[in-house]
């Protein structure tokens, strides 16, 4: 998936909403940009079902909801994102419309070539300034590798995991989440 931005002049939150609402493609929003969310590889949506399968199986009777990219999330009044899987424990919270989630616990991006960059920089900063959150995971899909940033107190440290073999806990949700079941059915 590469980034591109949509349009030039800065539009509000409100003509994003309009603007979103009416395409066919999902548009995430960035301080007045805009920015279409094109598609990915197999492999890409491939990971974003595993992942989504293999925590709804986990967290099922934990009070928790799994949702599998088509959900917008406010970062902030004038960030809004769709990350590719996300958690909410608890009581769902949202605005007066449900436009955009507001409490995940667990957000995951699937990482491409042309957007690790973002998604290591800007994004995975966007993410870790939403006070709910407590994990954040950068799932490659070119190999079984997973980066996890979890909530310490104000730090977020980061771990490395790799190799088919290898799981990476979630201390936060209680659970642990086995790269097999990830990349499962993936031809790396």
């Not at 009777?61 to 809004?80: E, F």
Request: aromatic share 10%; with cysteine.
């Amino acid at each position: 998936m590469t980034i591109i931005r949509e349009r030039t002049d800065s539009m509000t939150v409100e003509d994003y909403f309009a603007f979103d609402e009416a395409s066919e493609i999902r548009h995430e929003y960035i301080d007045g940009e805009v920015y279409p969310m094109t598609g990915g590889t197999v492999n890409h949506g491939d990971i974003i079902m595993n992942a989504s399968f293999a925590l709804m199986r986990r967290l099922l009777d934990k009070g928790c909801r799994v949702y599998a990219g088509q959900v917008r999330h406010q970062i902030s009044l004038t960030r809004y994102l769709y990350p590719d899987v996300s958690v909410i424990c608890g009581a769902r919270e949202t605005d007066e419309r449900s436009l955009a989630l507001h409490n995940p616990v667990l957000v995951a991006e699937v990482t491409s070539p042309s957007t690790i960059n973002f998604d290591r920089g800007d994004k995975l900063d966007f993410y870790q300034s939403i006070e709910s959150l407590e994990v954040m995971l950068l799932v490659d899909q070119l190999r079984p590798f997973v980066e996890l940033y979890a909530r310490q107190g104000k730090r977020w440290l980061r771990s490395e995991y790799s190799g088919i073999a290898a799981s990476v806990p979630l201390s936060a949700l209680n659970i642990e989440l086995p790269l097999a079941e990830l990349y499962r059915g993936i031809e790396l």
